[in-house]
């Protein structure tokens, strides 16, 4: 799969991301990991109702901006992450 690009906006600060989403993960890698000018970032990790949690953070990101980050990835998830909750708000 391809990578995606997500922006993130916290306060006044804009900052662009590269999503790279890993189908084939054995449950000991996480599933998606993000990547800012080229460099890994973070990662994150869907439970079992596919709500995203941090795997990694290696560079030390503060917790807001993980959150909006992972809040980007679930509502611009390709194959609809969360799917089952988009249903019920219909």
Known sequence: MENY??????N?????????EYLHHDGENC????????KFVASFE????????????????DEAMLHLLA????????????DNIKKIKS
């Open 46 to 61: 869907p439970d079992e109702h596919q709500f995203l949690h941090i795997c990694q953070n290696p560079n030390g990101l």
């Open 71 to 82: 809040d980007q990835i679930e509502s611009h998830h390709p194959y609809g992450i969360n």
């Open 12 to 20: 006044k600060e804009v900052r662009n991301f590269e999503v790279g």
């Open 5 to 10: 690009q997500i922006t993130v906006r916290k």
């Open 31 to 38: 599933k998606f990991k993000v990547f800012e000018d080229g």
